[in-house]
Every structure is written in C-alpha cells, then in structure tokens.
C-alpha cells in the first residue's frame, strides 16, 4: 500500500450558521493548514499515488475565499471542510484542518 501525505497552509475566511450566539456567526478569517493524505495499492503510470499539483489545486479553491461560497450548503466547520476535502480529492483517506493552535478536526474515510 502506497500513501502520500500533503501538508498546506491557506488563508480564507468563513461565518458559520449556528442557532445561537458566537463570534464565529460573523465573517471572520483563519489561516487552516490543511494534512491531506491519500493512499492508493498501486501507483499511476507516473510511478505516483497523485501528482501532489493535483491535491494542491484542490485545497487552493479554497484559498483566499469565503469558503462558505465556495463548498455549497453545508456549514464550513473544520469538520466540515475536511470532509469536503476529502470528497473531492480522489482516493483520499484522511484530511485534518488545523483552525488555530491547539484546534484541529479530522475527516477519515
């Protein structure tokens, strides 16, 4: 088993929809760094699991824009944005996003 981990720091900015009160209901900004891991039983005719440009190119759609535009209807919790994350990158088993020091959510398949 071959498996690939990338790790990215990106800036965006967020509200989340809550049915009580907290800071976070407002638009506010992070700075996530996103651990993408994918893993794969064989490698591509590249002699790669994913070209880690492929990945990149993912998790930069989110980078520098309301993530709430950008990822529909669900609410963009950490939790949330990982397992985004991880649905759109093919063969992905495991996406952490570190919100600030000492917060971090994890989406595994």
Same mark, same amino acid.
């Given at each position: ?10 800036? =965006? ?15 506010? =900004? $992070? ?14 005719? $590249?002699?790669? +699991? ?8 993912? +998790?930069?759609?989110?980078? $520098? ?6 990822? =529909?209807?669900?609410? #963009? ?12 990158? #093919? ?10 020091? =000492? ?7």
């Amino acid at each position: 088993m071959y498996t690939v981990t990338k790790r990215m720091e990106i800036s =965006g900015a967020h509200f989340l929809k809550l049915d009580y009160e907290s800071k976070c209901k407002k638009l506010h =900004g $992070h700075n996530w760094i996103v651990t993408i891991t994918v893993q794969s039983e064989t490698l591509n005719e $590249h002699g790669m +699991v994913v070209d880690f440009t492929d990945i990149k190119k993912v +998790v930069n759609r989110l980078d $520098h824009n309301v993530v709430n535009e950008v990822i =529909g209807s669900m609410n #963009p919790t950490a939790e949330n944005i990982a397992k985004w994350l991880c649905d759109q990158i #093919p063969n992905c088993i495991k996406v952490s996003v570190q919100e600030t020091e =000492g917060n971090i959510a994890t989406y595994e398949k």
